[in-house]
């Protein structure tokens, strides 16, 4: 599907939505529970919706890519035939001239913004508790215990980011759904834990990624991780308890 497409499409499912809230006469204060699928990765168009970045871009060295895994072996038990995978070398050293400038180790990725006839898509995730990720866990052991989960509102402050942290119970190279609820966020601003905490504004999220952020834990290596799908979902489609730091299973930790 190409850009114009995809342009057209969000702009006919702004109204498709609009209409049916009025024909099922749904008001302002009535949420949509139902299971939501927020972004696959199975094929090219997919990935494109999607923008990288790391230290790299600024003068570090660490390297990112986003890109399809059609390997049989790799996508069994994911239960697609393609999936992506978010690669890289994570460096903390920085290129001449940078030094005490910027701080390596970085590496993410988050989706462009959705632009429509109607202005950017927002995701309405005000009726689900949980988002759910389908992963696998790769790369050298050191970068596996720093991903974080990134979402950006439509909130009063731009520029604040909510995060967790990824808990994984395997370390196989194995597919597993991770759970998150959405109340268990932290609000942070430019990389710092924000000291007045809020609910975050569910009803309008602009951007969903994950990062690596081997700067804050002082790793470095080869990164690698599998990604099928997000979603957002309630206590009904959670399938395994989100995990808690004590109970992490097979990563070593700083």
């Given amino acids: 599907m190409s850009h114009w497409s995809r342009y057209i499409d969000r702009s006919a499912r702004v109204v498709r939505d ?16 139902a299971p939501k699928t927020l972004y696959t990765f199975h094929t090219q168009e997919d990935i494109d919706q999607f923008a990288t970045g790391c230290d790299g871009d600024i003068g570090g060295s660490s390297t990112v890519h986003l890109d399809l895994e059609t390997s049989p072996e790799i996508n069994a038990g994911s239960g697609q035939p393609t999936t992506a995978k978010f690669h890289g070398s994570m460096r903390l050293d920085v290129k001449p001239g940078f030094e005490r400038k910027i701080r390596g180790g970085y590496a993410g990725f988050r989706n462009k913004n959705k632009p429509s006839i109607f202005g950017n898509v927002l995701d309405d995730l005000s009726g689900q508790d949980y988002l759910a990720l389908r992963l696998r866990l790769s790369g050298d052991l050191r970068t596996r215990n720093s991903y974080f989960v990134n979402l950006q509102t439509d909130g009063p402050i731009s520029t604040d980011l909510w995060q967790h942290r990824l808990y994984f119970r395997r370390n196989d190279g194995g597919w597993e759904d991770v759970f998150i609820p959405f109340s268990n966020f932290v609000r942070t601003n430019a990389g710092e834990m924000v000291e007045s905490q809020i609910e975050m504004y569910r009803e309008r999220v602009r951007s969903i990624g994950i990062s690596l ?5 002082g790793v470095s290596g080869k990164y690698e991780l599998g990604l ?3 979603r957002a979902v309630n206590e009904e489609d959670v399938t395994a308890e989100p995990l808690q730091p004590s109970e992490k299973v097979g990563i070593l930790d700083e």
């Avoid at 609009?18 to 529970?33: E, F, W, Y």
């Avoid at 952020?213 to 834990?217: D, I, Q, R, T």
């Fill in 18 to 33: 609009g209409l049916s809230r009025v024909i099922l006469m749904q008001g302002a204060d009535v949420r949509a529970t």
């Fill in 213 to 217: 952020l081997g700067g804050n834990s």
């Fill in 228 to 230: 099928e799908s997000i």
